[in-house]
């Protein structure tokens, strides 16, 4: 296979701050080339320089032997590299197809020629095998569409090499598995495609090569037939990882009880459907479920976020149905939102204030209504310090925080209050596996206490590495109820697509 | 009530109506690139002086219209200078402009032409009256449509052009994506700065028309604080119509309604106090019904991206 770009000896220097270090690699033609790393190993800005959004300190970038500089994005997807970002740049209220053209819209004249836009998406679209229907809006269409128009679009604009920045993170299992049969299928026409993540079982799934970042430096560059997760793991965060340390115990008392939960949906359907279940001491339960089957109402629900019409929630055998927030937290429940930037913190707020939240109402940090800022700093430092969250200081702005050190925040905070009883939601979305692994091996902590866990995650590989039990949610409705110890994958994921339970 | 609603009612609707409309296309044009433009009040100002300033410096009825969007355009390019360059809260820089347009209007009226309050001449002429032929034709028509400046006219001709604008052009859809999601269109090359500044000049262009239609169309003379409101009563009528030309046409044509009536209604011994607050309580009412649709919410949400 012929070599069709080449990073050759890339540096990047922030001031003091070095983010790329002499990094090299090659992309062959019609390859999957994973390039893997913590956050802040330096993907990024590598991706960045590649794309014209950086400029390298020193190194060469050539494509098909010619060298190239790329003073913007422009010059970039000029040479044929397109670059799907993250964060969708999608335009929710127009079509499918004329957020594709857009930039380089069909015309007559002056005129936007909407017929011709569709028509070339659809044949587009064909030639790719990417199902996808042009006339739709883009903002009634679920995010794993979304991104099949990210990736038209790129596509549209005559890309060669592909660069997916993350693109699985926000997507369902379903979704992963999709994305990654259209990676191959693109990679199969001839495409290359460059693919970041911090993701190693889809790794392996589907890339060719491998290319390992650790703190700027190519720390090893494999081929993805012949080297394990572990390997490569253990190349990415520089140490071997543990691994999850469960005790086996017994279950105590129930501590949270849910019963017939229900709430009105908008359009005659439910949103909740008559919810029923309970949480002992000292186990954790996961809730799995395709995202938008009712366990975001459900967690706000629990929370006190969310009026509920009928059922009731016991917890410590005290009623906390349609209680405020206030009450449900003093009654013992502390919770790690699904969304950290949403319901988790104060971006504008330092992180000491994000720290101390709901911590502050404690008679011990105050004295006459006054905060007792030393203590807290303690307090806060203490976390800072255990959890190993890196921040320049107490005072740091929670925006500044990269997503793995923010969401670190928001669990210290949440497990400092030792409730009885947390709910976890997406406790390691967008996290690294260093971070991951700690995050987990709190939640397992607190179940080894006899405490109890209610997890709810997106992530089958979380749910299942941490739960005694799995709840199985499907429009509204708890459908399956199975043992962690013998359940399996294919058996969990036929229960979220609303399969019945074997 | 036959002597409150007959055909002359609709007439000077249909010519009250023409700068609230005018200014509501400008401010859609701003709106629909993300920018909340407050200032509209003060342009309008600003032209309906313009315009009298050019008639008196020139004589020249063409030339003054051309000078009131010079000046208007100037005001713009101040406006846009200060919320894209210098990322000001456009609600604040708008509100700005407006008390500054209206002392700066003031401070001139009494430096060039050494008069307080008003100032008119009986020898300037006015915008003049086109009549369309065909329409003189037809028997109701003819005196709903008689007598109206071009200004008019071409009000309602940018109602037409804007939508083919907006839904059916290349550019017109640029636009559209710029205020619905800016960063978006900055990565797929588009220049968002210079698209917002366009906007915001051809806001600037829709509000001159309106200033010269108003001080030299409506009357011919120049008052203080001669607008009365009515950019604000344009923003209503733009958010009412969800920043959509057909849509803004028919609030403004409300909002002009009342204007109109407001006027006929002080012919009947009712008190003109009570009577000029009827576009305003309209407006007040409208706002109950205005609901906040998602293209404004979007735009809210985004213009910190900006």
């Known amino acids: ?502 | 009530m036959e002597q409150l609603f007959d055909l002359s009612l609709l007439n000077s609707t249909v010519r009250m109506v023409t700068p609230i409309l005018l200014a509501a296309l400008g401010g859609s044009l701003c709106a629909r690139v993300g920018i909340f433009n407050v200032a509209l009040e003060g342009l309008v100002l600003v032209g309906a002086f313009g315009a009298i300033l050019g008639n008196a410096l020139t004589g020249n009825l063409f030339l003054a219209v051309l000078i009131a969007i010079g000046s208007v355009l100037l005001f713009s390019l101040l406006f846009a200078y200060i919320t894209i360059h210098l990322r000001a809260n456009e609600i604040v820089a708008g509100v700005a402009l407006n008390f500054l347009a209206a002392g700066l209007t003031t401070f001139l009226l009494r430096t060039i032409f050494s008069v307080k309050g008003a100032y008119y001449d009986n020898e300037m002429h006015g915008l003049p009256a086109w009549d369309l032929p065909f329409l003189q034709q037809i028997p109701v028509l003819e005196q709903l449509f008689s007598g109206h400046t071009p200004l008019v006219w071409l009000a309602y001709l940018f109602v037409i052009g804007l939508h083919l604008f907006y839904f059916k052009s290349v550019a017109g859809s640029r636009l559209l994506a710029v205020g619905e999601n800016p960063v978006a269109a900055q990565s797929i090359g588009l220049k968002v700065r210079k698209i917002q500044y366009a906007a915001i000049l051809g806001c600037g262009l829709f509000c001159g028309l309106a200033g010269a239609q108003l001080s030299l169309g409506q009357v011919t003379m120049f008052s203080e604080g001669m607008t009365a409101g009515r950019g604000y009563i344009a923003l209503v009528a733009m958010m009412l119509g969800q920043s959509n030309p057909v849509g803004m046409l028919a609030s403004s044509l409300l909002f002009g309604f009342m204007d109109a009536l407001s006027i006929r209604l002080q012919g009947l011994s009712i008190p003109t106090h009570f009577t000029l607050m009827l576009p305003y309580v309209m407006t007040v009412i409208a706002m109950f019904f205005f609901r906040d649709k998602s293209y404004l919410k979007n735009t809210g949400a985004n213009s910190s991206a900006r």
């Not at chain 1, 001031?15 to 956050?39: C, D, K, M, P, Y």
């Open chain 1, 1 to 502: 296979m012929e070599t069709i770009l080449e990073m050759e000896r890339i540096t990047k220097k922030y001031g003091q701050f070095t983010a790329n270090q002499e990094i090299s690699f090659a992309l062959r033609e019609g390859e999957i080339h994973a390039i893997v790393g913590e956050n802040g190993a330096g993907k990024t800005t590598l991706m960045r320089i590649l794309y014209g959004m950086e400029q390298p300190t020193s190194g060469t970038i050539r494509i098909h032997g010619a060298e190239k500089r790329f003073a913007n994005p422009a010059e970039a997807i000029d040479s044929g590299i397109g670059m799907v970002h993250q964060h969708f740049m999608l335009f929710p209220s127009r079509t499918i197809a004329e957020n594709i053209v857009i930039g380089n819209e069909p015309r007559k004249s002056i005129w936007f020629d909407r017929k011709q836009a569709i028509a070339q998406v659809g044949a587009l679209a064909e030639r790719f095998r990417l199902p996808i229907a042009p006339g739709q809006k883009v903002g009634d269409c679920p995010l794993g569409t979304q991104q099949r128009v990210e990736i038209l679009k790129v596509l549209y604009n005559g890309a060669k090499i592909i660069i997916l920045d993350e693109p699985t993170a926000v997507l369902t299992p379903l979704e992963v598995k999709e994305l990654l049969i259209t990676l191959r299928g693109l990679a199969e026409q001839g495409k290359s495609i460059i693919l970041i993540t911090h993701k190693l079982h889809e790794v392996m799934e589907v890339a060719d090569r491998i290319t390992v970042l650790r703190n700027g430096r190519v720390t090893g560059q494999l081929e993805a037939s012949q080297t394990t997760v572990e390997e490569v793991s253990r190349l990415m965060v520089g140490r071997e990882l543990d691994g999850i340390r469960r005790e086996t115990q017994q279950a105590g008392q129930p501590l949270l009880q849910v019963n017939r939960l229900f709430i009105r949906g908008k359009k005659g359907k439910p949103l909740l459907d008559h919810v029923s279940f309970h949480v002992r001491s000292g186990e954790i339960v996961g809730i799995a479920g395709i995202s938008g089957n009712g366990q975001s109402e459900l967690v706000q629900a629990l929370t006190g976020l969310l009026p509920v019409d009928e059922g009731t929630v016991l917890l410590q055998g005290k009623e906390i149905t349609n209680r405020s927030v206030k009450q449900i937290r003093e009654a013992g429940l502390a919770h790690i939102p699904e969304d950290r930037y949403l319901w988790g913190t104060a971006k504008e707020a330092s992180v000491k204030d994000n720290a101390i939240m709901g911590h502050h109402r404690l008679k011990e940090f105050q004295r006459g209504g006054i905060l007792r800022q030393r203590k807290l700093d303690q307090l806060v430092t203490g976390w800072i310090n255990s959890f190993a969250i890196k921040t320049s200081s107490l005072a740091n702005k929670a925006q500044n925080l990269s997503g793995g050190n923010l969401q670190k925040v928001i669990v210290a905070r949440e497990i400092g209050h030792a409730t009885p009883f947390l709910l976890a939601c997406e406790p390691t979305r967008g996290v690294d596996i260093g971070a991951m692994e700690f995050i987990h091996q709190q939640l397992m902590d607190k179940r080894n206490r006899g405490e109890a866990v209610l997890l709810v995650s997106s992530e089958l590989s979380e749910i299942m590495t941490l739960s005694d039990r799995i709840l199985v949610m499907f429009e509204g409705k708890v459908v399956g109820e199975l043992n962690a110890e013998t359940a399996t994958e294919e058996q969990i994921s036929l229960l979220m697509a609303g399969g019945k339970q074997p």
